[in-house]
């Protein structure tokens, strides 16, 4: 399965600010997504992160808000903008992969963000 | 649209022993697949087990079973022999033909000594 790697893991920021989440894929995968955990709740998908073009958001996420650029199979970044403290979450990024014999979505470790 | 229901907040469960966490789904995709993740403290998704919705076997990962079925749309997990490294969250997860992952709210699972 693909190893994916989440940097960085964990960042306190201010207000007004904005802050960049990065995502390597140690494999070529065709799914990517990028996910959001608010605190004691489950998790919700921001958007489809598409090679070469612009993300597909869900209902209740825009792009001005949360940019997504992926230049590549195995890259993604995911920009949370203009920061609150509603936006103290843990952002994951995923991707698809074979694992089991299955095609299973695995996550990286999680970038847990508090806003003051 | 699709929907997953864990109707469990919390599971308390002795060390040694079984415990099943309940799961049902509505979906409208014919084909469409059944996950569990499991999320320690830690914060980090560990994929469990799968479960295709054309699959005839029910599937099994080592001390994890899904009890899958399909006419009732549940898809419950069972954990034999607890450990005390099972404590955690415990999420059930639904694939449709687009392939994004749609979770429920979790179970909280606490294995006591």
């Known amino acids: 399965s693909a190893v994916i790697s989440q940097k960085p893991s964990r960042d306190i920021c201010q207000r007004g600010t904005s802050l960049t989440i990065q995502c390597q894929v140690d494999s070529q995968v065709t799914m990517m997504f990028w996910y959001r955990q608010q605190p004691g709740q489950s998790l919700t998908l921001i958007a489809t992160?598409?090679?070469?073009?612009?993300?597909?958001?869900e209902s209740g996420f825009v792009i001005d808000k949360f940019p997504i650029s992926r230049p590549n199979l195995t890259f993604s970044t995911l920009t949370v903008s203009n920061m609150s403290p509603e936006d103290s979450s843990i952002y994951l990024c995923?991707?698809?992969?074979?694992?089991?014999?299955?095609?299973?979505?695995?996550f990286g470790a999680g970038s847990r963000l508090t806003v003051l | 649209a699709q929907k997953i229901t864990q109707t469990q907040p919390g599971m308390f469960v002795q060390e040694k022993e079984a415990v099943t966490l309940d799961c049902t789904y509505d979906?409208?995709?014919?084909?469409?697949?059944l996950f569990w993740y499991k999320q320690p403290s830690s914060g980090e998704m560990i994929f469990l087990i799968y479960q295709g919705s054309y699959d005839q076997q029910n599937a099994t990962e080592g001390r994890y079973s899904l009890n899958f079925q399909k006419a009732r749309k549940s898809a419950n997990l069972v954990i034999s022999a607890s450990q005390l490294g099972d404590s955690a969250m415990y999420f059930c997860a639904m694939r449709g033909n687009d392939y994004k992952l749609s979770f429920g709210a979790g179970t909280t699972v606490t294995v006591r000594a």
């Open positions: 979906t409208s995709d014919p084909s469409y697949g």
């Open positions: 995923s991707a698809t992969g074979l694992l089991s014999g299955a095609n299973v979505l695995t």
């Open positions: 992160a598409n090679q070469g073009s612009e993300a597909t958001y």
